[in-house]
């Protein structure tokens, strides 16, 4: 069965702070990696789709990898304005629970 | 314009009542979705709809049926009201394998 694992649950940033959030995946022939922003209240919204190894995708302060086993989301200097849940998926199934990112002023 | 709009935004209902929940999209994609989001914020597919080809999650009580009007609609009907079934539901499209374009939620709280 397919599984995606998120960590850490939550993640408390000073503005500036750069950090990354990881997500493990276990699942059978990937068919995309997808990384989305849900913010309280909202649907996700749609950040990236990284579909082989090695790849990275960059938008504003946000950068995506993948290997493997895992992909990462890079905050670079982060803004409170990033605060939010990061959800991953693969294949657009099989959804982590996600990381909760706070970035304090 | 909303591209991906659902109705209504909050429903409360009783147990053992039959309800609908409405999803339109304006963005010309070719499949659409449900997703349940549970209290842990687990996001589980339930339904996805292409061209008349229904795919279903096994894990889904058969009390759940989506209905598709047209390929700009994909609405879901749930039977028997259970107090399990509280919880965000999404209504979701894409084209193709491009990142998929979500409604903003449907809270239904059974009581």
């Known amino acids: 069965e397919d599984q995606v694992t998120q960590s850490p649950e939550a993640l408390r940033l000073q503005e500036g702070e750069s950090s990354s959030l990881n997500c493990s995946y276990t699942?059978?022939?990937?068919?995309?990696l997808f990384w989305y922003r849900q913010d309280p209240g909202k649907g996700p919204e749609f950040l990236f789709t990284?579909?082989?190894a090695g790849e990275e995708k960059e938008k504003e302060r946000l950068k995506a990898t993948l290997t493997k086993k895992e992909s990462f989301l890079h905050i670079t200097a982060p803004k409170p304005e990033d605060s939010a849940t990061y959800l991953c998926a693969a294949h657009q199934l099989s959804f982590g629970a996600g990381t909760t990112v706070t970035v304090r002023a | 314009d909303t591209a991906v709009s659902q109705t209504p935004k909050y429903l409360v209902t009783q147990m053992g009542n039959d309800k609908s929940i409405k999803c339109e999209q304006n963005l010309g994609h070719d499949t659409m979705y449900w997703y349940k989001q549970d209290s842990k914020k687990f996001l589980k597919i339930m339904f996805s709809?292409?061209?008349?080809?229904?795919?279903i999650n096994e894990t889904v009580p058969n009390r759940f049926s989506p209905k598709s009007p047209d390929k700009a609609h994909l609405n879901l009907h749930i039977n028997s009201l259970e107090l399990g079934d509280s919880a965000v539901y999404f209504c979701a499209s894409s084209q193709g394998t491009i990142g998929y374009t979500f409604g903003s939620g449907t809270r239904l709280t059974v009581v």
């Open positions: 709809y292409n061209n008349k080809e229904l795919i």
């Open positions: 990284l579909y082989s």
């Open positions: 699942v059978s022939g990937l068919r995309g």
